[in-house]
């Protein structure tokens, strides 16, 4: 072969080779950026419509639903999502993963515009924008301090959070509990009856007096004079003296009608930090949220050095701490991974050093492993990679693979130095005689994860840089097995002195075992059907341990950090929510294992005054005694012993693309909302009657209070009254308007109108408000609108332009997501008619496609594999022989999986495949140099016996290194070790098993298959 002559005749040209390679590796780490996940640009648009003062109904028939029918004929949709609430339309559209979101976001545009003449006039033009599920804040900033909380929430947002938002990466930045400075016009309807004033009268003085206009310029010779109008109230007192309009000569203030105030925007969000035990302070939050494209530990660095550096100039008596930290798991996770790789190459090292009692051999071994990572980095850095935890992952798990060549190269070459050959000849026969099976093995490892490289959906896109990695990492060590390994050894290798005691006694010991090996074969290859009979039985066995193994998408995390979820009933007040969220922040400061956590009550401003979130932080695993599911454990019963409220934890653990929620979540979809109501009732009853569901939810939100106003068109229009008088006046008077702009210190407030408190508490203060008709005429409200209280719906949702519910659930640590999976479609038969049906959505649809990729993975694998070794073998029958120890490696990775309470999920699945590619290589040895001793002509029993002895040092060798190398993740505490550990058990006990049975099961199948041709080709002749 060319490849090892040339290493071997030019030493120095082959040095600067793999020189190049380490000096590109090296520069292409050092510019690689850690993120916890591949990058991937998920293909969703939003569009956001408005339209004020409709209601659920009439915003889902007249907005929704028409924009649904023209975006629904954009092709490439996987999911039509849409919510109707109070005055908005929001539809998300989610494309097929392949599609490109700058088209899809085009076509979304278009079909929008063809929909505007379907929509009301009186709408605001639709928004519609590229939407991240993942593009939650991956820090959140905790402002307190014993200022008050409009002192605290200007300096934040006029202060602080300029800082952050023009670093690099930084997206937008939410405010959780601002409570900003607001001028506050409150008005007093009686005085305003008694005085024959309006709101609109309030709203046009304000806007016609407290304004500042631009007048031009007056030149003067060599001067230039701009003239400003001074038209603004420089004080929120002055507001009093705003003159309304004159009656009689004499002017109406606003004082004579109301009066302003220097007060704080309405109390609609609620927002605490606790630091440290006992010191729960009013805060506001700073939720950091990254460019799609930006690198979360990158951004999250930024942040942190921005807040080292002003720490010392925060206005004394405000604190800024780092309340939630994304990034610091990540980072952590990294180490972790890396820090595995370290163990695995000196465990390796090991491993090499007792077979082969050589140091420098040893030496030459270890040598791969960072040559090999070194071509990986380089490959990583021009393909776009990110060092994170897939990439590292394969990268961790390969530390014992791509010793493999390089084991099975030096064996070979060492046994020729030890028949008498010099080193330059040892190493060149010794690299040509396992050349072919050294390739083979490796060009049959990338056929493996061609296909995990290459799945379609969210999780081909998550291990499409795994795949590639290990795959890329398998090739560098083969190419360094026949270029590397034969130069160093043609010029350094030496053998030891066979004196030593230690030699001699391993020596002995190999000896024997090879002795022992073949003696066991002689008796296998009598007994064949005897054999074949146990294989079978043993991959029976495997199917029914694969049967009752729990499935699910991936196994729960110890983050050290999780978020609570906390639900008032629908109408609930904000001061209420805030006393159920005060009741879990004193269950939650009484824990040791809590470092800190913020809560807030409507967070992001849409979520309601019913709902509150709570993101918390633990302190390090390795510092406490309790797991993190132990934690969320006991919160769950101390929440539910809370009445008036429903409070559950959700863990942060891998997302896939979707939202951070809840892993069991479904919908039911049908056209009857009532008939909807009535099925989803009837789902949570069964569900909870199910064990190991838990926190069950709902996004069906009814009988919310709610006050009509119905006008009665004929007396409006007697009295010469419309309906958008009404309207504003009643969003003015009842729920507050801004209307203008108040400058202070070159700061900008909201100067807001509404009726002073006392006089807006019950739906009868309606009644008596004011309107001015279209001949200047006041007109009592009560005369033309019929006020009704009733309930209503908060929201309508829809699924692919049908009415749905969502129901949502946590699962106990023992309750596997396939289980409960199952459990609902059994439920969805018994009780859902025709015309109803449900969606997995969430982690529930990915766990579903996942596994579906996988299964096919898994086959095609099989497929190229085959292909690969039928062409390097040039026979149809051998390539059965060596994929034979793949279903044998099935016991071991499925029975150990089943006796460390582990489950199948896509790491543990990722590890079964890894496993097909390393055990093909112990066959392909043990095949293809039966041929090489058959075609010196050995007859078939001859050369089994006499292969299968000579390949078990390799194979040993190349089985326990990897071993090794992968028990560093095995036995991983780390963060993220809940996910590592199953790949690595899974490929543990498969290899272990595999090595048992393959040493046996493949010579004999390898003799059956033989005798079988032979038949064959008796019969033909015949």
Same mark, same amino acid.
């Given at each position: 072969m060319f490849l090892p002559e040339i290493s071997v005749k030019k030493p120095i040209f082959a040095t600067m080779i793999f020189a190049a390679i380490v000096?590109?590796?090296?520069?292409?780490?050092?510019? %690689?950026?850690?993120?916890?996940?591949?990058?991937?640009?998920?293909?969703?648009?939003?569009?956001?419509?408005?339209?004020?003062?409709? &209601?659920?109904?009439?915003?889902?028939?007249?907005?929704?639903?028409?924009?649904?029918?023209?975006?629904?004929?954009?092709?490439?949709?996987? +999911?039509?999502?849409s919510s109707s609430a109070d005055g908005v339309s929001q539809i998300v559209v989610e494309f097929?993963?392949? #599609?490109?979101?700058?088209?899809?976001?085009?076509?979304?545009?278009?079909?929008?515009?063809?929909?505007?003449?379907?929509?009301?006039?009186?709408?605001?033009?639709?928004?519609?924008?590229?939407?991240?599920?993942?593009?939650?804040?991956?820090?959140?900033?905790?402002?307190?301090?014993?200022?008050?909380?409009?002192?605290?929430?200007?300096?934040?947002?006029?202060?602080?959070?300029?800082?952050?938002?023009?670093?690099?990466?930084?997206?937008?930045?939410?405010?959780?509990?601002?409570?900003?400075?607001a001028v506050r016009i409150w008005l007093d309807t009686k005085k305003m009856e008694a005085f024959q004033i309006t709101a609109q009268d309030v709203i046009r003085a304000l806007r016609r007096e407290h304004k500042e206009l631009?007048?031009?310029?007056?030149? &003067?010779?060599?001067?230039?004079?701009?003239?400003?109008?001074?038209?603004?109230?420089?004080?929120?007192?002055?507001?009093?003296?705003?003159?309304?309009?004159?009656?009689?000569?004499?002017?109406?203030?606003?004082?004579?009608?109301?009066?302003?105030?220097?007060?704080?925007?309405?109390?609609?969000?609620?927002?605490?930090?606790? @630091?440290?035990?006992?010191?729960?302070?009013?805060?506001?939050?700073?939720?950091?949220?990254?460019?799609?494209d930006a690198n979360t530990v990158a951004v999250a660095d930024r942040v942190k050095a921005v807040c080292h550096r002003i720490g010392g100039l925060i206005r004394k008596g405000i604190t800024l701490d780092v309340a939630s930290d994304h990034s610091t798991f990540i980072v952590e996770s990294i180490k972790e991974v890396q820090f595995s790789i370290a163990i695995g190459i000196l465990l390796v090292g090991m491993v090499?050093?007792?077979?082969?009692?050589?140091?420098?051999?040893?030496?030459?071994?270890?040598?791969?492993?960072?040559?090999?990572?070194?071509?990986?980095?380089?490959?990583?850095?021009?393909?776009?990679?990110?060092?994170? +935890?897939?990439?590292?992952?394969?990268?961790?798990?390969?530390?014992?693979?791509?010793?493999?060549?390089?084991?099975?190269v030096l064996e070979n070459i060492y046994r020729y130095r030890e028949s008498g050959l010099t080193q330059f000849e040892s190493a060149?026969?010794?690299? +040509?005689?396992?050349?072919?099976?050294?390739?083979?093995?490796?060009?049959?490892?990338?056929?493996?994860?061609?296909p995990v490289a290459f799945m379609k959906g969210i999780i081909g896109k998550f291990f499409y840089e795994f795949g590639i990695s290990v795959a890329t990492a398998n090739l560098f060590s083969t190419f360094m097995a026949i270029t590397l390994i034969p130069m160093l050894c043609s010029r350094w290798l030496k053998?030891?002195?066979?004196?030593?005691?230690?030699?001699?006694?391993?020596?002995?010991?190999?000896?024997?075992?090879?002795?022992?090996?073949?003696?066991?074969?002689?008796?296998?290859?009598?007994? #064949?059907?005897?054999?074949?009979?146990?294989?079978?039985?043993?991959?029976?066995?495997?199917?029914?341990?694969?049967?009752?193994?729990?499935?699910?998408?991936?196994?729960?995390?110890? #983050? &050290?950090?999780?978020?609570?979820?906390?639900k008032t009933p629908v109408g609930s007040s904000i001061n209420y929510t805030d006393s159920m969220l005060q009741k879990c922040e004193n269950i939650m400061d009484g824990l040791p294992e809590i470092r800190s956590f913020f809560g807030a009550v409507g967070l992001g401003g849409a979520v309601g005054t019913n709902k509150g979130i709570m993101f918390t932080h633990m302190i390090p695993k390795n510092e406490r005694e309790k797991t993190q599911q132990d934690i969320m454990s006991y919160l769950r019963y101390m929440f539910s012993q809370v009445p008036g409220m429903f409070a559950f934890p959700i863990e942060l653990s891998m997302t896939f693309g979707e939202r951070r929620g809840q892993p069991l979540e479904f919908s039911i979809e049908g056209p009857d909302l009532n008939e909807l109501v009535r099925l989803t009732r009837e789902f949570i009853s069964r569900m909870r009657e199910l064990p190991g569901i838990v926190d069950?939810?709902?996004?069906?939100? %009814?009988?919310?209070?709610?006050?009509?106003?119905?006008?009665?068109?004929?007396?409006?229009?007697?009295?010469?009254?419309?309906? $958008?008088?009404?309207?504003?006046?009643?969003?003015?008077?009842?729920?507050?308007?801004?209307?203008?702009?108040?400058?202070?210190?070159?700061?900008?407030?909201?100067?807001?109108?509404?009726?002073?408190?006392?006089? #807006?508490?019950?739906?009868?203060?309606?009644?008596?408000?004011?309107?001015?008709?279209?001949?200047?005429?006041?007109?009592?409200?009560d005369d033309v609108v019929s006020v009704y209280e009733g309930m209503g719906l908060n929201v309508i949702n829809r699924l692919n332009r049908q009415r749905s519910v969502t129901i949502t659930a946590n699962l106990e640590s023992n309750k596997p997501l396939g289980t409960a999976v199952q459990e609902i479609n059994a439920i969805a038969k018994q009780i859902l008619p025709q015309g109803y049906l449900i969606s997995l959505s969430g982690?529930?649809?990915?766990?579903?496609?996942?596994?579906? @990729?996988?299964?096919?993975?898994?086959?095609?694998?099989?497929?190229?594999?085959?292909?690969? %070794?039928?062409?390097?073998?040039?026979?149809?029958?051998?390539?059965?022989?060596?994929?034979? @120890?793949?279903?044998?490696?099935?016991?071991?990775?499925?029975?150990?999986?089943?006796?460390?309470?582990? $489950?199948? +999920?896509?790491?543990?699945?990722?590890?079964?495949?890894?496993?097909?590619?390393?055990?093909?290589?112990?066959?392909?040895?043990?095949?293809?140099?039966?041929?090489?001793?058959?075609?010196?002509?050995?007859?078939?029993?001859?050369?089994?016996?006499?292969?299968?002895?000579?390949?078990?040092?390799?194979?040993?060798?190349?089985?326990?290194?990897?071993?090794?190398?992968?028990?560093?993740?095995?036995?991983?505490?780390?963060?993220? &070790?809940?996910?590592?550990?199953?790949?690595?058990i899974a490929t543990v006990g498969g290899i272990f098993s595999s090595l048992l049975l393959t040493l046996i099961v493949v010579p004999v199948v390898y003799t059956l298959l033989d005798d079988l041709v032979l038949k064959f080709t008796k019969k033909e002749a015949g």
């Open positions: 000096v590109f590796g090296l520069i292409g780490y050092n510019r %690689l950026v850690v993120d916890e996940y591949p990058h991937v640009d998920f293909p969703y648009v939003s569009v956001t419509t408005t339209l004020s003062g409709a &209601s659920p109904e009439v915003i889902e028939a007249d907005v929704t639903d028409p924009l649904e029918e023209e975006i629904n004929t954009i092709p490439g949709i996987k +999911n039509l999502r097929e993963l392949e #599609r490109d979101i700058d088209i899809a976001a085009q076509d979304v545009r278009d079909k929008v515009a063809v929909a505007r003449y379907k929509l009301p006039d009186d709408i605001e033009p639709p928004i519609v924008d590229k939407e991240d599920p993942q593009a939650q804040p991956i820090m959140w900033l905790a402002v307190s301090g014993d200022k008050s909380l409009r002192e605290i929430s200007d300096y934040a947002h006029y202060d602080l959070k300029p800082k952050f938002e023009i670093l690099e990466g930084v997206g937008s930045i939410l405010e959780g509990g601002k409570r900003q400075r631009p007048a031009g310029r007056i030149e &003067s010779g060599a001067i230039e004079f701009s003239v400003k109008t001074e038209g603004e109230f420089d004080t929120p007192e002055m507001f009093n003296d705003l003159i309304i309009e004159y009656r009689k000569g004499s002017p109406i203030r606003l004082s004579d009608v109301g009066y302003a105030e220097d007060g704080m925007e309405d109390r609609r969000f609620v927002a605490r930090y606790r @630091s440290s035990p006992g010191v729960i302070e009013p805060a506001l939050g700073l939720g950091i949220k990254r460019q799609s090499v050093f007792l077979f082969l009692r050589n140091i420098r051999g040893t030496v030459f071994i270890c040598l791969t492993i960072p040559t090999a990572y070194c071509g990986v980095f380089a490959v990583m850095y021009f393909l776009g990679f990110s060092l994170n +935890n897939m990439t590292m992952l394969a990268l961790a798990l390969a530390v014992g693979s791509v010793t493999d060549d390089s084991i099975v060149r026969q010794g690299t +040509n005689e396992i050349a072919f099976a050294t390739i083979a093995s490796t060009l049959a490892l990338v056929a493996v994860f061609v053998l030891p002195s066979k004196e030593h005691p230690v030699y001699n006694f391993l020596e002995k010991l190999f000896l024997r075992l090879e002795h022992s090996y073949r003696y066991i074969l002689r008796i296998a290859l009598n007994h #064949r059907l005897m054999v074949v009979l146990i294989a079978v039985g043993s991959f029976a066995v495997a199917m029914f341990v694969w049967r009752i193994l729990g499935k699910e998408l991936v196994p729960p995390e110890d #983050r &050290s950090q999780f978020m609570v979820a906390i069950i939810d709902t996004d069906l939100e %009814l009988g919310k209070p709610e006050v009509r106003t119905v006008i009665n068109r004929n007396k409006a229009a007697d009295l010469g009254v419309d309906a $958008t008088l009404i309207g504003e006046t009643l969003q003015a008077l009842v729920g507050g308007l801004d209307v203008t702009k108040y400058k202070s210190e070159g700061k900008r407030y909201d100067v807001t109108v509404r009726l002073i408190g006392k006089q #807006r508490d019950t739906p009868i203060d309606i009644r008596p408000l004011l309107i001015r008709n279209k001949e200047g005429n006041l007109v009592a409200l982690k529930a649809e990915t766990f579903k496609e996942s596994f579906d @990729s996988l299964y096919f993975a898994f086959i095609l694998a099989l497929i190229f594999t085959y292909i690969i %070794l039928a062409s390097l073998f040039e026979n149809f029958i051998h390539p059965f022989t060596v994929l034979l @120890s793949i279903p044998l490696s099935m016991i071991g990775a499925l029975g150990i999986l089943l006796l460390t309470g582990n $489950t199948i +999920n896509i790491f543990s699945m990722i590890g079964i495949i890894l496993l097909m590619s390393i055990v093909t290589k112990n066959s392909i040895l043990l095949v293809d140099y039966t041929n090489t001793l058959r075609g010196q002509g050995y007859a078939r029993n001859d050369a089994v016996l006499q292969a299968s002895p000579v390949r078990l040092r390799p194979i040993l060798m190349t089985a326990f290194s990897t071993i090794f190398g992968i028990f560093p993740i095995v036995f991983g505490i780390g963060p993220g &070790s809940e996910t590592r550990n199953p790949m690595a």
